[in-house]
C-alpha cells in the first residue's frame, strides 16, 4: 500500500513570538546556530551574551516547532518505534523515537521508565499531535508493546521481527553524535533539545513544505528564512 506524506500547508495566523522581548531575527539567529551546528547550550550562550542577547533556547525552539507544524507533512502509516538511552544530570533516561517510512521522525517523548505508561504517553501524544494513526507499527520484542497498541491502535499491525527496527536505531546514531558536544544534559527540561533535534532533521529531509526548492545543503537556511517571514 502506498501512503502520502503530504498535506497542503497553512501558515500560522499570528507571531509565535507576541510577547518575546527580542525581535524574531534574533530569536531566530539564536535557535539556528544552537540547533544546526555543533555547539553546546553554554557555547550558544556565551556567543549571545557577548552581543547582549540572554534567550531561553528550550522554549524558543519550541515555538519555531510549533509554528512551523502548519507546514508539516503528514506522516506515512508505518511507525518505527524503538528507545534509547541518554544521560540527564548523570541519571539514565529513556528516549522514545519513532519514524515513519519517509524516514520522518514522529515524534520523541523522554520519560524515566521503558515501561507500558511510557509507551501510552507516547502514541497518544503522537497521534493527538499529528492527528494522525498509524497503519502499521514496528517494534522490538519488547513485552510493553502488544497490550499498548491493542488498547490505542487495534487495526495497526504491529510487526515484530529481529532488524525490523534497524532503521530507527541507525537514526539514534544522528542522536547521540548530537548530543556528543554539549558537554552533558543537566535537567529535564534541557533534555528537550532532543525534540529540536528531531525538527531540525525533518527539515534537512524535506518533511516540512519549507526550503523544499532551495539545494539540500541550504534547505535549513531556506526554512528558515520562509519561516520567519509569517512569525
Known sequence: MKYSNRRRPSLPPRSAFAGFRFPPEVIMVAVRLY????????????????????????????LLADAARFCRHAPGGRWIVDETYVKVNGVWRYVHRAVDQHGQVIDVLLSTRRDAAAARRFFRRAMTILKARPTEVVTDAAPVYPAVLDELVPSAWHHVERHANNRIEADH????????????????????????????????????????????GLRVAAAFTELATPI
Open 173 to 216: 546514531s544522528q542522536l547521540k553524535h548530537r548530543l556528543r558536544p554539549m558537554r552533558g544534559l543537566q535537567t529535564d527540561r534541557t533534555a528537550q533539545i532532543i525534540a529540536g533535534h528531531a525538527f531540525m532533521q525533518n527539515l534537512r529531509r524535506g518533511h516540512y513544505e519549507l526550503g523544499v526548492d532551495a539545494p539540500r
Open 35 to 62: 540547533l544546526r551546528y555543533d555547539l553546546s547550550y553554554r557555547d550558544v550562550e556565551e556567543l549571545l551574551i557577548e552581543r547582549g542577547v540572554e534567550a531561553d533556547h528550550v522554549t524558543v525552539f519550541r
